[in-house]
T-cell receptor
Framework: NAGVTQTPKFQVLKTGQSMTLQCAQDMNHEYMSWYRQDPGMGLRLIHY???????DQGEVPNGYNVSRSTTEDFPLRLLSAAPSQTSVYFCASSYSRTGAGEAFFGQGTRLTVV | ELKVEQNPLFLSMQEGKNYTIYCNYS?????LYWYRQDPGKSLESLFVLLSNGAVKQEGRLMASLDTKARLSTLHITAAVHDLSATYFCAVTGTASKLTFGTGTRLQVTL
């Protein structure tokens, strides 16, 4: 059972480039979310989805887009990378449609924007 | 806006000692989670606390929840080096979104 799979694990981007962070889960979870982790700030919610076709903004959505065309996949797009987006990104999923259940996390993507 | 505060932010303790990590949150919630993160790794779920007075134990770790005080504690008994990690609490707030504390980095020394 793979759980939550994120790719890539590491990425270096130049300022202004765009890219997509991939996230897939095989647990048939309705709720999926993206967080970024910065030193001393815990995890902050970027975007989340309560099911296919439904997405909403979290605490720090600017500069990021998401879509949810299937239950399994929830990609995160950086539109025009900035050094402030250097961070570790985690995708998570939860069995509860409301997101109230225990979250299962992917292994993370370490992104550096130069 | 839901705020979650943990203290201490950093804890260095000797093997065999006991200590408690505190997690305070600002608005009513009846769901609280504890996670562990090893350096460079993902988050691993430790405990799910769903009601006032809930207490859960796993090995040398015990978590409790007081919803009236908006407080959860993670108690470490007779610490061992393998418990060295960063511990996060997270609370379900508006629209059931999880809000995380800033984490407590625990270092257990010989």
């Amino acid at each position: 059972n793979a759980g939550v799979t994120q790719t890539p694990k590491f990425q270096v981007l130049k300022t202004g480039q765009s890219m997509t962070l991939q996230c897939a889960q095989d647990m048939n979870h309705e709720y999926m979310s993206w967080y970024r982790q910065d030193p001393g700030m815990g995890l902050r919610l970027i975007h989340y989805s309560v099911g296919a076709g439904i997405t909403d903004q979290g605490e720090v959505p600017n500069g990021y887009n998401v879509s949810r065309s299937t239950t399994e996949d929830f990609p995160l797009r950086l539109l025009s990378a900035a050094p402030s987006q250097t961070s570790v990104y985690f995708c998570a999923s939860s069995y509860s449609r409301t997101g109230a259940g225990e979250a299962f996390f992917g292994q993370g993507t370490r992104l550096t924007v130069v | 806006e839901l705020k979650v505060e943990q203290n201490p932010l950093f804890l260095s303790m000797q093997e065999g000692k006991n200590y408690t990590i505190y997690c305070n949150y600002s608005t009513t919630s009846d769901r609280l989670y504890w996670y562990r993160q090893d350096p460079g790794k993902s988050l691993e779920s430790l405990f799910v606390l769903l009601s006032n007075g809930a207490v859960k134990q796993e090995g040398r770790l015990m978590a409790s929840l007081d919803t009236k005080a908006r407080l959860s504690t993670l108690h470490i008994t007779a610490a061992v080096h393998d418990l060295s990690a960063t511990y996060f609490c997270a609370v379900t707030g508006t629209a059931s979104k999880l809000t995380f504390g800033t984490g407590t980095r625990l270092q257990v020394t010989l």
